[in-house]
C-alpha cells in the first residue's frame, strides 16, 4: 500500500511508539461490549489495538485517504467510520455511554476539548494525547502560572490527570513539542452547579482577559468588590488565584442578582 505522507493542515503526528501505544491501550481498559470512539485514528496505531479487544470501535476522521486506507484493514469490519471534521461531529448520535479516545490534532485542540466538555453528561472517560502544555494548563491549580480559564472551564467538568509524558521522537514526524496522555473522567459531585452557564464561561473568560492585572479590574464591568466579597473572593487577587469553584459561586450570585 502506498505510504501515506502526513498533512501539516489536518495537524498530523503518526505515533509510532509500541510502548506508549501498550500504555494507553492499557489505560483506557477497553471491554468487548464498550462504546468506544476514537478521533483520528490516522494510521492505526491504537484503533489495531482497541479493535482487538472491542466488538465494534466507531472512528472519526476527517482525511479522505486515511478512510480508504482504514476500509481495507483486517479488522475493517469491526469499525465504524465516520468520515468528517470532528468539531461537526455530534457524539449524541452514537448511543451509550462512551469512551473517547484519540491522537488529537494539536492545531484544534483547545476547541475540541470546548466541544467535548458539552458531551460530558454522556461520557465513562477521555483519554487524549494532547502537547504537554496543554495537559500541564488542563491540570494546573490555582495560584501556579499554568492555570487558567482553559483549567478553570474543564476542571468544572472532569476530574483529569497527566498520565504519560510522550517525547517527540515517538511520532512521526516528530513535533517540535513534548506531549502527554491526559485521563478525564466526568466530575461526579461538583461543589457548585453553574445555574447559567453561559454567564459562567463569560465570566471566566473576562476574569482571565489580561492576567496581570487584579479580578476588580478584569470584572469591573461584571461585578462589584462587594460581589467578589460576598462569595469570598479578594478584589485584589489575580484571576489564577482563585479556585473554579469560586468563580461558580459568583456567577450564581451576580446572576440570582440580575433576576
Known sequence: ???????????????????????????????????????????????????????????????????????????????????GDVLQFDFHSVPGKKKIVGNLPYNISTP?????????????????????????RMVAEPKTNDYGRLGVMLQYFFDMEMLIEVPPESFDPAPKVDSAV??????????????????????VKAAFHQRRKTIR????????DEDLQTVGINPQDRAEHIAPELYVALSNHLSAKAV
Open 112 to 136: 475540541l476539548l470546548f466541544r467535548l466538555s458539552e458531551v460530558a453528561d454522556d461520557v465513562i472517560d477521555m483519554h487524549f494525547m494532547l502537547q504537554k502544555e496543554v495537559v500541564e
Open 217 to 224: 479590574n478584569n470584572l469591573k464591568d461584571m461585578a462589584t
Open 1 to 83: 500500500m502506498k505510504e501515506h505522507k502526513a498533512r501539516k493542515r489536518f495537524g498530523q503526528n503518526f505515533l509510532q511508539d509500541t510502548r506508549i501505544i501498550r500504555d494507553i491501550v492499557n489505560a483506557v481498559r477497553p471491554q468487548p461490549d464498550d462504546t468506544v470512539i476514537e478521533i483520528g485514528p490516522g494510521l492505526a496505531a491504537i484503533t489495531g489495538p482497541l479493535a482487538q479487544k472491542l466488538n465494534r470501535l466507531h472512528v472519526i476522521e476527517i482525511d479522505r485517504d486515511i478512510v480508504g486506507r482504514l476500509k481495507t484493514l483486517p479488522f475493517a469490519d469491526k469499525l465504524v467510520i465516520h468520515e
Open 182 to 203: 491526559v485521563r478525564m473522567i466526568p466530575v461526579k459531585h461538583r461543589i457548585g452547579e453553574a445555574e447559567d452557564f453561559e454567564h459562567f464561561s463569560k465570566l
